[in-house]
């Protein structure tokens, strides 16, 4: 059984909260303070990733923009893998 991919859903809670509060622009900025360890490390990789910006007073917006290529980007590496994997197990059919 595969684990549960716990910084994936993190990200998603922490983008989602930004959603619902509308923080979407600078003009809309909130200040952010995440109430779980693991949400604190989403945070803190979202911000590393220019996925949450600043407004440079300690309220963060979210850049939908960039988290849409986020997403796109993992979702492209898992096709990948996917791919690799199924290469993988044709060759060793053949075999």
């Not at 300690?58 to 590496?77: N, Y």
């Amino acid at each position: 059984m595969a684990g549960v991919p716990v910084a994936v859903i993190a990200e998603r809670k922490v983008v989602r909260h930004f959603q619902r509060e509308g923080a979407t622009s600078m003009a809309d900025a909130i200040p952010y303070e995440p109430n779980f360890l693991v949400r604190r490390r989403a945070f803190e990789r979202l911000k590393g990733l220019d996925v949450l910006r600043t407004d440079g007073k300690g309220r963060w917006w979210l850049d939908e923009a960039r988290w849409e290529d986020r997403r796109a980007d993992r979702r492209t590496r898992a096709l990948f893998a996917l791919l690799a994997v199924g290469v993988a197990a044709a060759v060793a059919a053949l075999r």
